[in-house]
């Protein structure tokens, strides 16, 4: 079957740098999705990996690795605004979006 | 209009009634979906459409039709709804099948 894993929960400080895994096993690979969206507000495209190595903008990077299976969303400098939950995405041989159940971060002061 | 919008807002139905969730986006994207989300549980695809007139089967379509009459529109339709239907639906569209995705706000959808 198709999987997405990526922690449920993690906390960081303010100011701090965070990063969020994300391990996936689908049937074919065209390609992965950060999404970040807001408690009670609809997902918003972060940024997507298709080939390795790391894809930086601004305060966000993301990184993918294919023969590991492995991607990660790297966020610096963080504000309190960046609490949301991070949703990993990967597009199958379909074409279609396989998501994660979502990481919840949550930024303390 | 400006991006993709839904209605209602939200929604509170009894079982077995029919209810139509509405989508509309302006921006011209021919591919257009429909997933639920569920505390938990990643999103879940519903019905897509890669462009007007077509449409097809996502991983839980049972108990849902869409159609897709033009570009623009998407309805989506729970032709007796059941409890366990009780979630969050988004809408989302994307220029062709294979860019990022355009969430509409979402319906807040509750069966009793």
Known sequence: GQNIDQPTEMTATEGAIVQINCTYQTSGFNGLFWYQQHAGEAPTFLSYNVLDGLEEKGRFS???????????????????????????????????????AGTKLIIKP | IAGITQAP???????????????????????????????????????????AGTTGKGEVPDGYSVSR????????????????????????????????????????????
């Open chain 2, 9 to 51: 807002t939200s929604q509170i139905l009894a079982a077995g009634r029919r209810m139509t969730l509405r989508c509309t986006q302006d921006m011209r994207h021919n591919a257009m979906y429909w997933y639920r989300q569920d505390l938990g549980l990643g999103l879940r695809l519903i019905h897509y459409s890669n462009t």
């Open chain 2, 69 to 112: 009459a033009n570009t623009d529109d998407f309805p989506l339709t729970l032709a007796s709804a059941v409890p366990s239907q009780t979630s969050v639906y988004f809408c989302a569209s994307s220029e062709s099948g294979y860019n990022e995705q355009f969430f509409g706000p979402g319906t807040r959808l509750t069966v009793l």
């Open chain 1, 62 to 100: 993301s990184f993918l690795s294919r023969s590991k299976g492995y991607s990660y969303l790297l966020l610096k400098e963080l504000q309190m605004k960046d609490s949301a939950s991070y949703l990993c995405a990967v597009m199958d041989s379909n074409y279609q979006l396989i998501w994660g």
